[in-house]
């Protein structure tokens, strides 16, 4: 006969076994994640490659914080993704500062000095020119968010990615492939002889040392910011650029402002607070969308993959909020933007409206702020960006995206580095006369859209940002309906198929993945189909999830999680 006292003993056990397995399981990554999925208790880095990860979680190791590993992490980026960033792009981060309990969000995306192009023609902008090249402000940006917010120094958070660039690192399958598809561009410069070595491909698996990179890198973590606004970098910069048609001048330089006096767009989607990016970046159509998404219980409705109602709900949802970015998101230096009004439960409530029409509009129309002008702004779509997520033991968060536009930017390469196609095209901004100089620099609109979500109690619950062009929006929405609405980890959320609208037309790109009846039923309401077979977005995340960090890199790239 068994005691009532070791009964209680044995369920104890049974239950601590239980407690313990579940535990396990959760921060188990299956052979297939390797690398791409982490659970970690202190801190965590999620990028677009394993090398830079693991830099960003050594250098809080040593006593850094989230932004001293954004900036760690950005660096080396730039150095083993050249393709996507580097320091002649740009970008911007929203920050999340727990001591003090506020939001930063700082924009150091490509810019142009106005002025400058006074001279320029229409006719200027054909042939093969860098009048695209804006100001970069990546080295601007890092430095700035390194001084003002960081633990370390300068050159201790540079140091790796300076080691990284020297001592090389091994050519893998997506960077060769941009190669590839890039040579031509490639070749019209000093660049193309270090990529493309005798006109042929760089083998995978051979070591690819930026020695060049290295070099720049290195004045900049010796002299700073004036290394490369007013250095000898600059000059190199500037007689390429004048070379290609471009007008730039020392002055353009010299006063490039990293954009500090903005505060990140806020939102409650039910009980969490969202903050992103502002304009010129995308963050207003992000929250727009959870706007309005929020008074539907998704999960009960089921998953888009399986519930027509979902899935309609959903596209529906990102249609609209596409379309009212391309009439309102604007360099708010020069075009007011009504993001108070776009980012509004009011708002989203009147356009949710289209929601429970019966049938889907041909072309779908902007909202209309009869107290706002219809000021067509100058946009690109980032194809080729990179995005990180970074946390800290002291509740710390950056979610930083970085661009040089296309794949390698403009092409050109000078002292190591890709110069961005990011600037706006000044021409058309010059001859409407209805713009006044209200800021020497203009940005043109980008769809970056870096985001941290907070839990009620005011701590991080997620950093997630993408890379992908108009995409990227899209893609971030989706991913936090994912995790935060059908409860899902981050990395099961970035392997749902996903779902693209048009911004002119009721065509929706469609990953593999969707039920067939539930497409059929989408069709018949008006919607058309569209498959897409490559996976040009990309989501980095991190999640705070039953006390641990929980990162991801999306399976659709070489991307890689670090933590301890």
């Known amino acids: 006969m068994i005691s009532n006292k070791t009964k209680y003993v044995i369920c104890f056990l049974l239950l601590w076994v239980v407690s313990c397995n579940q535990e396990k399981d959760m921060k188990a990554t299956s052979p297939p994640d390797n690398g791409q999925r982490l659970v970690a208790e202190k801190a965590m880095v999620s990028s677009a490659h394993p090398l830079a990860s693991k830099i960003g979680v050594e250098i809080m190791k040593k006593g850094g914080n989230a932004i001293d590993a954004a900036v760690a992490t950005a660096f080396a980026v730039g150095v083993v993704e050249p393709e996507m960033s580097g320091i002649g792009g740009g970008g ?21 000095r106005v002025k400058t192009y006074g001279d320029v023609s229409s006719s200027d902008w054909k042939g093969q020119h860098l009048l695209d090249v ?12 390194e001084k003002k917010y960081g633990k370390l120094s300068r050159q201790e958070v540079m140091r790796p990615a300076i080691d990284l660039a020297r001592n090389g690192f091994f050519m893998y399958k997506v ?11 490639l ?19 051979k070591i690819f040392k930026a020695e060049k990179l290295a070099e720049s890198l290195e004045k900049i973590a010796k002299e ?24 730039v001048s020392e002055t353009d330089f010299k006063n490039y402002k990293v954009r500090t006096k903005k505060e990140p767009l806020v939102t409650k989607y039910k009980k969490w607070t969202v903050l992103s990016a502002g304009p010129p970046q995308t963050g207003t159509e992000v929250l727009q969308n959870l706007n309005m998404l929020e008074p539907f219980d998704l999960k009960e409705l089921g998953l888009p993959t399986k519930s027509d109602s979902a899935f309609y709900i959903l596209t529906t949802v990102l249609r609209v909020g596409r379309t009212d970015w ?25 356009r949710a409206s289209f929601i429970f029409d019966k049938s889907i509009p041909e072309s779908m129309e902007p909202a209309e702020l009869p107290d706002f002008k219809n000021n067509k702004a100058d946009s690109i779509k980032d194809h080729n960006t990179t995005s990180l997520a970074t946390v800290d033991k002291w509740g710390n968060a950056v979610a930083l995206t970085q661009t040089l536009s296309n794949a390698f930017g403009s092409g050109a390469w000078v002292d190591g580095f890709f110069l961005n196609n990011s600037g706006i095209n000044l021409t058309r901004a010059r001859v409407d006369s209805t713009l006044k100089f209200q800021n020497d620099y203009r940005t043109r609109i980008t769809t970056i859209s870096p985001t941290i979500v907070l839990s009620p109690d005011s701590t991080v619950k997620m950093a997630i940002g993408g890379a992908g ?17 059908y409860e899902m980890g981050p990395r099961a959320a970035l392997r749902m198929p996903r779902i693209y609208p048009y911004l002119d037309s009721p065509t929706v790109l469609v990953e593999k993945g969707f039920n067939g009846e539930v497409l059929n039923k989408a069709r018949k309401r008006g919607y058309r189909f569209t498959p897409t077979f490559t996976y040009h977005g990309r989501t980095y995340v991190i999640e705070k999830k039953n006390g641990y960090w929980v990162g991801a890199a999306d399976p659709n790239h070489e991307g890689g999680v670090a933590g301890y």
Do not use: C
Request: hydrophobic share 35%.
């Open 92 to 112: 911007a981060m929203v920050v999340w500062l727990e001591e003090d309990n506020k939001g930063i969000y700082i924009d150091f995306y490509a810019s142009k």
């Open 134 to 145: 804006g100001i970069p402000g990546n080295v601007a940006g890092l430095l700035y968010a």
């Open 175 to 185: 960077l060769a492939e941009n190669i590839d598809e890039s040579a031509e561009k």
């Open 187 to 205: 070749k019209k410069y000093k660049g193309g002889d270090i990529y493309l070595p005798n006109g042929d491909s760089y083998p995978v698996g």
């Open 224 to 247: 700073g910011r004036s290394a490369f606004y007013e250095g000898e970098l600059t000059q190199d910069i500037i007689k390429e650029l004048n070379k290609g048609g471009n007008p």
């Open 326 to 350: 391309g009439k309102y998101n604007n360099d708010p230096n020069w075009v007011e933007v009504p993001s108070q009004i776009l980012t509004s439960k009011a708002f989203a409530e009147n």
């Open 469 to 485: 062009g108009g995409r990227i929006p899209t893609m971030v929405t989706q991913n936090m309906v994912y995790m935060l609405d």
